[in-house]
């Protein structure tokens, strides 16, 4: 196991059969290896600094129906809502004070949210903090409308391909949502010139260590500057109510691997992570992860963003993330920065 480890972090790259043993037979002593190789490589470019991006969850109306999310269409019992650019630009000068230099608008795909209005948006939050970058996470578009955020001033864009493996992507999507159209996506953002983030959740229903392996030999070939991997949470007005949820061992073995293959990307540790261990984000960080993001939504919406059961940091103000994130590094011997934290060249 050992001699693999070494060999991905020489090589960046395993057969997909190596990749499935390491996913699958891991032990104690693996992992303690494996966390200490992809805490040297984040060290050697990123030291002991951890980035921060304020997330502002800014609509929960989804026109997708994912089996596995919290606000999907069908869930007739989220209470849904917007907010409008003046409450989203109020976060972003909540945010700056605080410290932030990236702002992620995350949502639903949300029609109301038009092209037009998206770009009024982008530009505002551009214009009056020229030294932020904005991240979006709104899932799949045209090549026209990715364009024109970019155009208006969008430096990256997040959008988890969830599973590079088509059979299991039709097990978790409805019929109209295809792993073709994802990764069209994702390659349209690249081209256009984002910096990109793919990912998946880890223990997601039906998922085996073969399609962790996909996983990982897309993204080798996708080569993000972003990777999301957090665990699976079941929601229980979801069809995956009664699924077991992902563990913590598996998603931090992940976190882990990609930081050896990719050993430049930017790699959260996950609000999902910090719900299934109360110190899963910490030891996220301690297993190659290099990012954090705080929640920087308005209190009163906080818990309508309800992608999975039990999300924690719904009932804090803003500033009481930051100064709690700031303490939870300090405790592990790393440091938050006021940084857009970009990717190293
Ligand atoms: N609509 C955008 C999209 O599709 O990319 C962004 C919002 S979507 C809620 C953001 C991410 O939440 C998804 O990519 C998915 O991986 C994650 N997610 C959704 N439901 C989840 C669950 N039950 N457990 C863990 N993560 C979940
Ligand atoms: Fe659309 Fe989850 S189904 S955000």
Redesign the pocket.
Known sequence: MKELIDQLEQTQLLTKKEFEYLLQDHTEESREYLFERARAVRHKHYGSTVFTRGLIEFTNY?K?D?Y????RRSNTEASRYRLTKEEIVACCENGHALGFRTFVL????DNAFTDEVLVDIIKEIKENYPDCAITL????KRYESYKAYFEAGADRY???H?TANDEHYSKIHPNELTLENRKKCLWDLKEIGFQVGC???IG?PYQTVGCLADDLLFMHEFQPDMV?V??????HQ?P?AQESN?TLEQTLVMVGIVRLMLPKVLLPATT?LGTIAPNGRELGILAGANVVMPNLSPINVRRKYM??DNKICTGDEAAECRVCMDNRMKSIGYELVVDRGDRVK
Do not use: D, K, V
């Open positions: 989804c997708n994912c596995y999310c919290g606000i995350q949502g639903g795909e996470s709104i899932g799949e997040l959008l988890r969830e990912g998946l959740m997601s999301g957090g665990p699976f949470i079941a929601h979801t995956f992902g999902a992608l999975y």
